[in-house]
DNA sequence: AGTGGGTGCTGAAAGGTTTCAAGAGCGTCC
DNA sequence: GGACGCTCTTGAAACCTTTCAGCACCCACT
């Protein structure tokens, strides 16, 4: 995270002289022509004629023409733009949600904006004013708190909302999401199956609705085993980053060793593989001495010191999903919210299974 | 990169009516105040009356007002936001480019979006004629062809821009990058000193400055040491990810043992994990059969199967001079172009090393 | 009582585009 | 030869906000 510590070289130029803009107006007069038909060639090309189209193409090269889009949004009410908060642009996951999104977003003519919280609400919300202020076409979230009144607000004022990665009840607004509480599930169901007893949650903060689902889901495969819920040891984390993950490494690996879980189930990859890290530099072996199991099956899951059994989700159909219901509800006047689930899998490897 | 097979459950639910917006007239009105005065609560709210304000700001909550960014901007001309168009989201080491322009740019008041060009040139393209058409602040962008005319086109149309990873000579814009052919030299240098003879650099396209300025680097470093710049075996690769390092891991592992490379320098870490990941697993021994050497110090590197040898950049510190340049350039009327050169440094671990 | 200087509010203009009803030009048909 | 229909172009209104000169009012001072 830290950047090196460098020495820059810096070399000054002169400065180029501030240009000015040239609208339709100067437009339509350098090509003889009036206002509405620039602004014919512009949206509706056909309709005007090939010898004036061509007079109209060259004074806006010439002039270096660039529609203001404020303007054009202004007067014509609708913006060509989508956008998608991230919860955290530094984890693959959600950037390989966002290349779903950007799939399904090209096809229909649309750009992308990115954004990211970073697990801030307050830039969350910031981003979400800014986005409605924008007048975006929709906004696509993987919100923080999903409980906070401004996510319901803005479809009540004319922009519409998909929450990804979470399946809300409101009404309000479709969402996509993966079903965590059968991920946590699998992972302690494969975990207890492997003879584990002292099994490890790792995640936090807990105002992350992934965070809670998964930890219920963990707890729910002990109880069908048998087992009270209260036998699963929480490591609770200040976010779903490595280094966070190395710090629980620490806390766990510092544990005596009859005491030290054999396993620990993590809330995402990224806290898994600080504390695969964390704990292999200090001296215990995975998956003999811990068993480790990660959330979202990123790239590098795999390719980590020690492959990473993980629970897999479909990544970027959960984006590809999310963005075609929010170009639904804003083309199709018969649109009606939609909660769609996906069905996560685990992928198993060397973290817990040791043995190929 | 490929998604899980699901079988998602839909729900469907009824649809909200369609609400209407409300604009400043209407909130004038209801305040029983002028249209100015509305205008002045949410620009400069101390020259209006503590008690006017109220009303003002209680009409507007009442009534759900949102004001319309494209008509401020149409009218004030100037916009709040700046973007970084990064040559790959799914990079982390773009991504922690990008928190240090947010950081930059949070502390001046504005906000950063996000475009993703995928290393495509046509999608760049279309995200640079958005952003000029959107009158963003600036632009902050890693290009895939510094050449494009349009780079040069924008700042001289009243855009300013700013480079970041790849230094120009072009007086347009300034531009913020780390000296990517001594990088090259360094990881070069290295592997020489550990009596490698047979090195591979792996990279590409050849498009980008980057791959070509790093393996520059590695043929000076050979020179440097007495050998011709030919003894380096060139990889070709489509693109820097993962993906593309696996592909050519493949083909390096295929080589008959007399004639494979002892060493292999990677244009990035992506490439570097996937080659790594690669020759692993098809029997190599890294360092012992194949020395691995990567590129940027992300934070999966240190993590990897086999900890990775790479060479580090001040990624953050890269983005937030980059946006301090920017923000400079459009409030400071004395602005210079800079170009501006920090220094890698290389983190050697045990891909290179073996023995600790 | 008259003057001067604040303070707080108003009203109209301006910004660049899109939209749309209406007009111009021209060929065709009866 | 006149009416009609067609294609292409025009001009003005509208979108919502910000800006700014100016106005009204009040207080203090002479």
Redesign the interface.
């Known amino acids: 995270?830290d950047?090196?510590?460098?020495?820059?070289?810096?070399?000054?130029?002169?400065?180029?002289p501030?240009?000015?803009?040239a609208g339709v107006k100067a437009v339509a007069a350098a090509a003889g022509v009036s206002l509405g038909t620039v602004s014919n060639v512009l949206n509706r090309p056909e309709v005007v004629s090939p010898l004036t189209r061509a007079k109209v193409e060259a004074a806006m090269a010439s002039l270096?023409f660039?529609?203001?889009?404020?303007?054009?949004?202004?007067r014509a009410g609708s913006s060509r733009?989508l956008?998608y908060l991230m919860l955290d642009?530094?984890n693959?996951f959600f950037?390989?949600v966002?290349?779903?999104v950007?799939e399904a977003a090209?096809a229909a003519g649309l750009?992308?904006?990115?954004?990211?919280s970073?697990e801030d609400a307050d830039?969350e919300a910031?981003?979400l004013d800014?986005l409605?202020?924008?007048?975006v076409q929709g906004v696509l979230i993987t919100p923080i708190d999903q409980n906070s009144s401004r996510l319901r607000?803005l479809?009540?004022?004319?922009t519409p909302i998909v929450v990804v990665d979470r399946a809300l009840d409101e009404?309000?607004h479709c969402s996509v999401a993966?079903n965590d509480v059968l991920g946590g599930e699998l992972a302690i169901s494969h975990l207890l199956e492997l003879g584990h007893e002292r099994i490890a949650y790792v995640g936090g903060p807990s105002t992350l609705g992934q965070v809670v689902d998964r930890r219920d889901g963990a707890r729910r495969a002990l109880r069908t085993a048998g087992r009270p819920a209260t036998d699963l040891i929480e490591l609770t984390t200040g976010a779903l980053t490595?280094a966070e993950g190395r710090g629980a490494g620490q806390r766990l690996a510092g544990l005596p060793a009859d005491r030290r879980p054999t396993a620990a189930f993590c809330a995402n990859d990224l806290l898994a593989?600080?504390l695969?890290?964390q704990c292999v530099s200090l001296g215990l072996r995975v998956p003999e001495d811990l068993a480790i199991v990660g959330y979202d099956d990123i790239?590098?899951a795999?390719?980590?010191?020690?492959?990473l059994t993980s629970v897999?989700?479909?990544?970027?159909?959960?984006g590809r999903?999310a963005a075609e219901l929010l170009l639904d509800e804003s083309s199709n006047p018969?649109?009606?919210?939609?909660?769609?689930?996906?069905?996560?899998?685990l992928v198993v490897r060397t973290s817990t299974r040791g043995t190929l």
């Open positions: 995270m950047d090196a510590e460098t020495r820059p070289e810096r070399i000054r130029r002169r400065r180029a501030k240009p000015h803009a270096g660039v529609r203001n889009e404020s303007a054009r949004q202004l733009i956008a642009a530094g693959p950037t390989d966002a290349k779903g950007e090209q750009s992308v904006f990115l954004c990211n970073s830039r910031a981003y800014l409605e202020q924008q007048r607000k479809p009540s004022r004319g009404s309000e993966v490595v593989l600080g695969l890290q790239e590098f795999e390719a980590a010191a020690v492959p897999r989700q479909p990544r970027q159909l959960l999903t018969d649109h009606e919210h939609q909660r769609v689930t996906f069905t996560p899998e």
